[in-house]
């Protein structure tokens, strides 16, 4: 498993971008690009739900619910995965979540909170 450290949650005006990062502090670059990276999250009351994801290959698949306000770029030198978001919604509030999958498992980051405000 990967040890996945993620920042930058917080307050987000409506309408506004956040970037959030998930780096494996513990990992070399090799090895990270071995997994294919993705975030989830989970809003107020409802269960987990992928938001985005690339693979090793860096093809992208985005829910549709973000699609054109969303990228995750992959560094594989920094062993990063980023997440730039615009026009934040009020529906984009959440606890969001870096994930790694490689069979046979997955690793997940501690979650990071995401509030949108008006």
């Known amino acids: 498993q990967l040890l996945l450290v993620e920042s930058g949650g917080g307050l987000v005006q409506l309408g506004g971008a956040r970037r959030f990062s998930c780096t494996a502090p513990?990992?070399?670059?090799?090895?990270?690009?071995?997994?294919?990276m993705g975030w989830y999250r989970q809003p107020p009351g409802k269960q987990r739900e992928l938001v985005a994801k690339i693979d090793t290959n860096r093809n992208t698949n985005y829910a549709d619910c973000v699609k054109g306000r969303l990228t995750i770029p992959r560094d594989s030198s920094r062993k990063t995965l980023t997440m730039q978001t615009n026009d934040q919604k009020p529906d984009d509030t959440a606890v969001y979540y870096c994930?790694?999958?490689?069979?046979?498992?997955?690793?997940w980051g501690q979650g990071t909170q995401v509030t949108v405000s008006s």
């Open positions: 513990r990992t070399i670059s090799s090895e990270f690009n071995t997994y294919s």
């Open positions: 994930n790694a999958s490689r069979a046979p498992r997955d690793s």
